[in-house]
């Protein structure tokens, strides 16, 4: 079972349409929950850490929430140069050791017409 | 600043070579150290993190190994590559509780 699912796999929208791209995840204690966004053929570029429920960070025209068991990015009115892939990461917390691997979900394709 | 290095860019080896792909962290001590890969139009799978020098949790059995020899070197190798070993390889650090960030990544393919 993956511990982070994100939703849709893939979205098209025109310049200017406002949506939301959903990442939900199932670690029994979370440590932390990070949004990246990937261009092709690059390594993931780090946009926000969410720590707790309730939490909200943004950037120009994202806005990244949280809840307890999932997290959103709301893209308001994008422009064609937000096109790439979204990716969801998440920490698990352990007290019982060390273990602080960082666990990815699949991403969101976006894709923004002018 | 931290910077995280990551070479080749590109790989291209025949199945049944040896493999070794490097690196290393600037600006930074002890860091958790990755590498995860990335298969066409998938999303970073897990192979390798260490927390310290000579600690290296294997995420998936497969043909791969991976070796930190010192703080900031991450180094991931295979002794025979075979033809699904192919795909995007990317090198990450983070400190305990934080986000990670990311080398260019290496695409390898096995020919």
């Known amino acids: 079972e993956d511990q982070v699912t994100q939703s849709p796999e893939a979205l098209r929208l025109q310049e200017g349409e406002s949506s939301s791209l959903n990442c939900s995840y199932t670690?029994?204690?979370?440590?932390?929950l990070f949004w990246y966004r990937q261009d092709p053929g690059k390594g993931p570029e780090f946009l926000f850490t969410?720590?707790?429920a309730g939490e909200e960070k943004e950037k120009e025209r994202l806005k990244a929430t949280l809840t307890k068991k999932e997290s959103f990015l709301h893209i308001t009115a994008p422009k064609p140069e937000d096109s790439a892939t979204y990716l969801c990461a998440v920490q698990e917390s352990n007290f019982m050791n060390r273990d602080d691997k960082i666990i990815f979900g699949k991403g969101t394709r976006l894709h923004i017409l002018p | 600043s931290q910077t995280i290095h990551q070479w080749p860019a590109t790989l291209v080896q025949p199945v049944g070579s040896p493999l070794s792909l490097e690196c290393t962290v600037e600006?930074?001590?002890?860091?958790?150290l990755y590498w995860y890969r990335q298969a066409a139009g998938r999303g970073l799978q897990l192979l390798f993190y260490?927390?310290?020098?000579?600690?290296i949790s294997s995420e998936v059995p497969q043909n791969l190994s991976a070796s930190r020899p010192q703080d900031r070197q991450f180094i991931l190798s295979s002794k025979k590559l075979l033809l699904s070993d192919s795909g995007f390889y990317l090198c990450a650090w983070n400190q305990l509780s934080g986000e990670a960030f990311f080398g260019q990544g290496t695409r390898l393919t096995v020919v």
């Open positions: 600006g930074t001590s002890n860091p958790n």
């Open positions: 670690v029994s204690g979370l440590r932390g």
């Open positions: 260490s927390v310290g020098i000579g600690q």
């Open positions: 969410l720590y707790s």
